[in-house]
């Protein structure tokens, strides 16, 4: 069982930068898979990160290449989001999630889910 408890939400204006942070509990955390999700009001959850259980391999959704940067400490046992040059299409709730198997880029893929932070980027 991993418990994920998000972080580091809040609202910034356009072009601004926000740190999300994923904080797990259990002995197990670096043997999963973690990704960054996000869902904006009455849309689907969608794919924005995700990062192996090493760190060593990183893949990202099209529009966040080169302004978002997922990356973890095993030892902290935390995942972080680094979002910069941020846009008001960025505006959601974002999740993290933990993945036994290699994480892909779908919801189902992932096996434990956060409560979500929001993030809300004005013009």
């Known amino acids: 069982q991993v418990q994920l408890v998000e972080s580091g939400g809040g609202s910034v204006q356009a072009g601004g930068s926000l740190r999300l942070s994923c904080a797990a509990s259990?002995?197990?955390?670096?043997?999963?898979?973690m990704g960054w999700f996000r869902q904006a009001p009455g849309k689907e959850r969608k794919f924005v990160a995700r990062i192996s259980w090493s760190g060593g391999s990183t893949y990202y959704e099209d529009s966040v290449k080169g302004r978002f940067t997922i990356s973890r400490d095993n030892a902290k046992n935390t995942v972080y989001l680094q979002m910069n040059s941020l846009k008001p299409e960025d505006t959601a709730v974002y999740y993290c999630?933990?993945?036994?198997?290699?994480?892909?880029?779908?919801?189902?893929?992932?096996?434990?889910w956060g409560q979500g932070t929001q993030v809300t980027v004005s013009s």
């Open positions: 259990g002995r197990t955390f670096s043997s999963y898979a």
């Open positions: 999630a933990a993945a036994r198997n290699s994480a892909a880029v779908v919801p189902t893929s992932y096996n434990y």
